[in-house]
């Protein structure tokens, strides 16, 4: 039967092996990607990727803004009803400010 020490020595022996065939194989498939991008002329956005140099403006999982439901007579500010509450409406009785629909 292996010491403990004898079998420590294997492991990283072997976690060795494994890097350096990971390394390799790494490499192997990003060559054939390249290949197949190359050869199919694939472009970063068709993978899912921003074009080098901008930014991404998909806005995960972020909702779309709300209608406005209200509206400040004297300046035309609006609010949706979400949130904090402007400092036009506090207090006071929503729908004199509602938005006819």
């Not at 472009?43 to 993978?47: G, M």
């Given at each position: ?18 890097a350096?065939?990971?390394e ?8 054939d ?6 050869e199919?002329?694939i ?5 899912g990727?921003?074009?080098p140099?901008?930014?991404?403006t ?13 509206r ?8 949706s009803?979400r949130?904090r ?9 929503r729908?004199?400010f509602?938005?006819?629909?």
């Open positions: 039967m292996a010491t403990y020490r004898q079998l420590t020595a294997q492991l990283e022996k072997l976690h060795k092996e494994v350096v065939a990971r390799k194989e790494v490499a192997q498939v990003v060559a990607i390249k290949l197949l991008i190359e199919f002329d472009t970063a956005e068709e993978l990727f921003a074009a140099g901008t930014k991404n998909k806005t995960k999982g972020r909702k779309p803004a709300l209608p406005p439901r209200y400040n007579p004297k300046t035309g500010e609006t609010w009803g949130g509450s402007p400092g036009w409406i506090v207090g006071k009785n729908e004199r509602l938005i006819e629909s």
